[in-house]
Each structure stands twice: as C-alpha cells, then as structure tokens.
C-alpha cells in the first residue's frame, strides 16, 4: 500500500481549508464563502440574473436565490424583478457591497 495521498483527495483538502479560512476572515461582514462567487460575479457584471448566475456556476438556482436573499438581508445587493421578465430577477451590489468587495479579493488571495 502507497503512502501517496490521491491528488483528488489533497485538492479537496486543500479547498476545505480554503473555505474555512475564508469563512472565519468573512465572518465580521456577515459573510460565508458561499457568498463570494456571487458577490465577485457583481462585481465584475452587474444586472445580471439569478437564473445566469445559476447556470455559470453550475449550481442549483435556489442555492443562487438563497445566497442572493442572504446579501440582500445584509444590505450588500439588491434584488429586482425584471420588468420585461416577471419571473427572472435582477442582482446589482449596493454602495456598502461595491465597498466591501476589495476586502473579499484580499481574503480571497492570502
């Protein structure tokens, strides 16, 4: 039996890490790790829909519509249905979320 550890395995606790490192330096923002592809990805683009969101993560729209109501709650992005679309919604950073993101990419990176 080898003493290697499979390169899959060694990813995946690695990213752990990650996640909990990320989520302990996240936790005075009322932030989890969860949160940051959304709050990044609004960064980036913004007026973007949950929907889109959903598919470029490859994650299940509720998950997107959970972790967007939760940055809403927080007051780091708001949420508005798409008048042309009544069932798609709209995502945009608020002042406080466009202030807060540079922190997250720090945290991110170290």
Known sequence: MSDEMPLARLLGIVLQHHYATLNERLRPFGLSAGQ???????????NVTQEALARHFH????????????LEEGGLIRRET???DRRAVRLFLTAEGERIVPEIVRFDRE
Do not use: F, N, T
């Open 36 to 46: 940051v592809p959304v709050m990044l990805s609004l960064a980036v683009c913004q």
């Open 82 to 84: 798409d008048p042309a």
């Open 59 to 70: 994650v299940d729209k509720g998950a997107v519509a959970r972790a967007a109501r939760r």
